[in-house]
């Protein structure tokens, strides 16, 4: 069922690429129908996922030979992390997917591209497999890199550039860690199932320091933490709206994901001496987002910059979760908050970037001083945006929040003062939302009512569908946390702790 | 004589024969159909290379190995060639004389298949010298186009120097170890110290497959013969001599036991060296095949990788033959586009390909994608078990220096995937027919189905090394 969630938009995506006979109408159908069904097959598998006390640790696995002399195979299952991050990955590919864009005469290519870049994707958060998942971790580069660069606007090419060789250095960075972390092992195997057992390197001794340092810079370099964020402002600024929303909402939670999943698991111990540094890194990207943030005037790029704040609070989650300190609980309410803040970002960024897209389309420009007073113009749109906004600077009863409280609520209790001024962070991000979202829509109009129509039906739609579930998240939360906390990272023994 | 175990070469040496008897006699009209008699010789070469799968022995007075890199090498020498053959009649279409090129390639593929073979020094340089001089020929084939005969020209002037070197290198190997024949000088060497006569002959014959290798210091005719030779011969030129000549470097380094001579250290840095200079010199190439030329050099670095941790991991061995295939499919892969496409080789010339020639610019990306080490291609494969077998043989290092250089290679790779897929087309793009497109087909096709079977491959040279010792 896995196997299928990840093929079917692929080989979706290589009929389109192929098929020159296809127009814009069957492409868009063909690439929501192939989209769409691949989150139905990852919806059946959550509707058979045991979250029970008795649960194994992976589940739904598949496994089908590749390289067996170097114990490389197709391996894909879940744990609930992996389950509830694919999920909310599949669902903002079907809202980009549907998203009105600018297809610059090439509709067929383009949804090819976005569903190549879903099938990715999916397969490296369902991979079990290290080999796997570095591939999937390149490929999403190479996606990305043509939708940029075909379908953005202004410097694209270069925008486009950057981003595929910043991140490229970070893949290989830790495809050499990954090499040296699996030859540490007895037997030569990619299998993730089995290198989380083994825990092939310990201590802090040159060697285990080295290849945390690797895995940790390309997954820095993903999520993107401070100061390897420079990429990121650039390629959001140029990308097309629902490309953005794609990069934000499931190519930054890779970096993130990828760090639970391989150095969290796999070198507890090392990943538990290095846990304060790590915090103290992701502290710094709280903040410098937050303020870098604020000083923007592109409605794109101040969003791009609370994305560094906002994966700042995971990788805080995630660094105090893995330290061995501290009660046990604490540890596991800020690992819960940590991937609960993955799902939240993903879909409360990815409609304000789908949304900051709406306003390229109309008025050709994220300048937030060309627009004013579109309250009254656009109803639709100010409601949602101010939804997703209050959600994202973190207001009760929003997703956002309940992620924030949790990570918030671990933190303090491992490291009390790193999330004391982490605290700053959430004032900052609550004043840049709130100013931003005044200067757009409040005050007076800067743009005439005729060129700033309000939400088309397929924008309130998707728009709709990812708000709910960040009013839903933040309700009544339960449903996502038990999912989230059953599975490997969540085991006893987990994060540092013997 | 155990005539039977070079049954492949004799088949390549006697088609190459009969192709050249034919084409002194046939008119201009028939001279392509060296081209159908070049394929069924290598068909058949490759045929009887496969019937020896499994063996693993010296032969001919210990001069020539049959083990697993032999076989494997040698194979993809023939496939390479016959990839070249295809390119051929297209563009020699023109030229009154062209059968014999048939027979031209025949010999420098044979004189590859030697040195992939050798077990013994003069063997090797036997090899070598074959290959060098009907190489010549083929980068020169262009006798009345400047660009072409100054390729020839510096081929031939660093080839005469490179070659001098290497059999002076012979000389003193021998005269310090008492022996060419690889198994004596594996026994010697195990035995005995190192001493500096022996370092500097070592060196010598390093410098004459350096230059086979298209690797610093005797790379610098390269970029020429890439850009000047006719494309053919290029794709010829960048891959087949490297394959033989890589694998008899590998096993030339394996007769040296670790901490004797430090030899390995040496080629270490030869590859850092030579991946460095390569990549350093494509960055801002304008010209499409220069740019390859340069990038087929830093590859030569990559492959100097496995050469330095022959005997220090069980992995070298495939990593080498395994990242052959992979340069060798990529390589030869873009060759045959440039070819198809007439040759055109500025890069504004490729101004949006992917509009006017969707399948070719495909099949340039997805190469030069290959040659980057992006999944899922060969290419991909080759260099992971190559970083997997550098990191295992304690060169974490060296590693790290080509992760860095392949960040940097992307940048020059993608400065021409850009234009092929962003920019506006400029004008119709001519083609050269049927045989080069059938070759970017097959080229295209191998990248990714090469990947699929890699497993086939490992299997049989995870389990053998490197006669005569392995």
Redesign the interface.
């Known amino acids: 069922m896995l196997t299928l969630a990840i093929l079917l938009p692929l080989i979706a995506s290589l009929a389109l690429a192929l098929g020159p006979g296809f127009g814009e109408r069957v492409a868009r159908v063909i690439a929501l129908v192939a989209s769409a069904l691949s989150l139905l097959a990852l919806v059946v598998v959550w509707l058979g996922f045991d979250t029970g006390a008795g649960a194994p640790a992976f589940q739904a696995v598949a496994e089908f030979?590749?390289?067996?002399?170097?114990g490389v195979a197709w391996r894909v299952g879940v744990d609930g992390m992996a389950l509830a991050v694919a999920l909310m990955s599949a669902l903002l590919f079907v809202g980009s997917i549907a998203w009105p864009a600018d297809y610059k005469g090439k509709a067929r290519q383009y949804y090819a591209w976005f569903l190549f870049l879903q099938g990715v994707s999916l397969g490296l958060f369902l991979a079990l497999d290290l080999?796997l998942f570095?591939?999937f971790f390149?490929?999403s580069l190479?996606g990305m890199?043509?939708l940029i660069?075909?379908w953005g606007h202004g410097d694209?090419?270069y925008a486009?550039?950057k981003f595929?060789?910043y991140t490229?250095?970070g893949s290989?960075?830790m495809?050499?860690a990954i090499?040296?972390l699996?030859?540490a092992n007895d037997t030569l195997t990619f299998d993730m199932r089995a290198l989380i057992a083994a825990q092939p390197l310990r201590g802090t001794d040159l060697k285990a320091s080295?290849v945390l340092f690797g895995l940790l810079l390309g997954f820095a370099i993903k999520t993107p933490l401070v100061p390897f964020h420079t990429w990121l402002p650039l390629a959001h600024v140029e990308a097309p709206g629902p490309a953005s929303a794609i990069l934000a909402g499931v190519l930054l939670k890779m970096g993130t994901y990828g760090i639970v999943r391989i150095p969290f698991s796999m070198m507890r111990e090392t990943f538990a001496a290095y846990a304060l540094p790590l915090a103290i890194l992701a502290l710094v990207s709280i903040l410098w987002g937050a303020i870098v943030a604020l000083g923007q005037t592109s409605l794109k790029r101040r969003i791009a910059y609370t994305s560094v704040n906002h994966m700042g609070y995971t990788v805080l989650g995630i660094a105090a979760a893995g330290a061995a300190l501290g009660a046990e609980s604490a540890r596991t309410l800020a690992l819960t908050g940590a991937v609960t803040e993955m799902v939240a970002h993903g879909l409360i960024t990815g409609s304000l970037f789908l949304m900051a897209g709406s306003f390229w389309q109309r008025a050709q420009t994220y300048e937030m001083s060309a627009f004013g007073g579109l309250a009254r113009t656009a109803p639709k749109l100010t409601a949602a945006f101010f939804l997703a906004a209050f959600a994202s600077l973190g207001l009760p009863a929003l997703a956002g929040f309940v992620a924030e409280f949790q990570i918030f609520a671990g933190t303090f209790a491992v490291y009390p003062w790193l999330a004391a001024v982490a605290l700053i962070g959430i004032v900052v991000t609550a004043a840049l939302f709130l100013s931003m979202a005044q200067k757009l829509f409040m005050g007076r109009a800067a743009v005439p009512t005729r060129d700033f129509p309000d939400f088309s039906r397929t924008e309130a739609a998707v728009v709709a569908g990812l708000l709910v579930l960040v009013v839903l998240i933040g309700i009544y939360p339960s449903w996502l946390l038990t999912l989230i906390e059953t599975g490997s990272a969540f085991l006893p023994g987990a994060g540092g702790v013997r | 004589m155990p005539i039977g175990d070079i049954l492949p070469e004799i088949a390549v040496v006697l088609s190459a024969v009969a192709i050249l008897l034919f084409a002194s006699f046939a008119p201009q009209r028939l001279q392509w159909i060296g081209a159908p008699l070049a394929l069924v010789g290598l068909a058949a070469a490759a045929a009887l290379c496969v019937a020896q799968f499994g063996e693993t022995r010296l032969t001919f007075s210990q001069s020539w190995a049959l083990d697993a890199a032999s076989q494997w090498g040698r194979l993809l020498i023939l496939g390479a060639t016959a990839f070249t053959t295809l390119l051929a009649p297209g563009w020699f279409a023109e030229d009154r004389r062209h059968g014999e090129y048939y027979a031209m390639l025949l010999f420098s593929a044979l004189g590859a298949m030697a040195m992939a073979g050798a077990a013994d020094l003069l063997q090797l340089v036997m090899g070598a010298l074959l290959s060098s001089a009907s190489g010549y020929v083929l980068a020169a084939y262009h006798r009345d186009w400047a660009l072409s005969v100054e390729a020839g020209m510096k081929f031939f002037l660093i080839g005469a120097l490179a070659n001098t070197a290497m059999v002076v290198g012979v000389v003193l190997t021998f005269g310090m170890l008492g022996s060419t024949g690889f198994a004596g000088m594996g026994g010697a060497l195990a035995g005995g110290q190192g001493s500096p006569v022996l370092l500097v002959g070592a060196v010598l014959v390093i410098l004459g497959l350096a230059y086979k290798l298209g690797a610093a210091p005797m790379h610098a005719w390269m970029p020429d013969v890439a850009e000047g030779a006719p494309v053919p011969s290029t794709a010829f030129l960048t891959v087949v001599p490297k394959v033989g000549a890589a694998i008899a470097f590998a096993r030339f380094v394996s007769l040296f036991p670790e901490g004797s001579v430090a030899i390995r250290p040496l080629v270490a840095a030869l590859a850092l060296i030579t991946m460095t200079l390569g990549n350093l010199a494509a960055l801002w190439q304008e010209d499409l095949r220069r740019m390859l030329g340069w990038s087929s050099v830093s590859q030569s670095g990559y492959a100097l990788m496995a050469v330095a941790v022959v005997g220090l991991s069980p992995h070298a061995v495939p990593a080498l033959i395994l990242f052959l295939f992979g340069y060798a499919a990529s390589n030869l892969t873009a060759f045959a586009a440039v070819a198809h496409l007439r040759g055109r080789t500025a890069r504004a010339d490729y101004d949006g390909l992917a509009t006017t020639r969707p399948w070719v610019a495909g099949t340039i990306i997805l190469a030069l994608l290959s040659l980057v080490g992006i999944p899922p291609s060969i290419g991909f494969v080759g260099k992971l078990e190559l970083f997997l077998a550098t990191v295992d043989g304690g060169y974490s290092w060296l590693a790290a220096a080509a992760v860095i250089n392949t960040v940097a290679s992307l940048f020059y790779y993608l400065r021409f995937i850009a234009p092929m897929m962003f920019a506006p087309p400029t004008r119709p793009v001519a083609t050269l027919g049927l045989p080069t497109g059938v070759a970017v087909a097959i080229g295209s096709g191998a990248i990714l189905i090469l990947a699929m079977l890699a497993e086939g491959l490992l299997t049989p040279l995870m389990r053998s090394g490197f006669l005569p010792l392995g």
């Open positions: 030979a590749w390289i067996p002399a170097l080999l570095y591939v390149d490929l190479v890199y043509f660069g075909r694209a090419e486009a550039l595929f060789i490229l250095a290989l960075a495809l050499l090499l040296a699996v030859l080295l």
